[in-house]
Nanobody, 124 residues
């Protein structure tokens, strides 16, 4: 059974940091590109960041560049997202997802596997 389990969300104040994790099982993690996608309250899914299967390439949506860092550990089958200088507009449910080809990171409707998500709330 394929599982993607996110953790690390919470309530923080603007300017603070959080580190999200995603534990993968049930598929060959090292052969899939991975993404973080978020959904703000009342809005649709927004792609945030992606990383190639071997970790050699990463991409970020413009609004998080310089603040977020995606990484993966293929030995431990885990994906991470370090989020610094958080802003209220970063609030939402953050989901990790697996898909086949790194360059297709914007085709989120075609992703293969999804986690359930972890809530991130940035508020003073």
């Amino acid at each position: 059974e394929v599982q993607l389990v996110e953790s690390g969300g919470g309530l923080v104040q603007p300017g603070e940091s959080l580190r999200l994790s995603c534990a993968a099982s049930g598929f060959v993690f090292s052969t899939f590109a991975m993404s973080w996608v978020r959904q703000a309250p009342g809005k649709g899914l927004e792609w945030v960041s992606a990383i190639k299967d071997d970790g050699s390439m990463t991409s970020y949506t413009h609004s998080v560049k310089g603040r977020f860092t995606i990484s993966r550990d293929n030995e431990k089958n885990t994906l991470s997202l370090q989020m610094n200088s958080l802003k209220p507009e970063d609030t939402g449910v953050y989901l990790c997802a697996a898909y086949s080809y790194y360059s297709d990171y914007r085709l989120i409707r075609e992703y293969d596997y999804w986690g359930q998500g972890t809530q991130v709330t940035v508020s003073s």
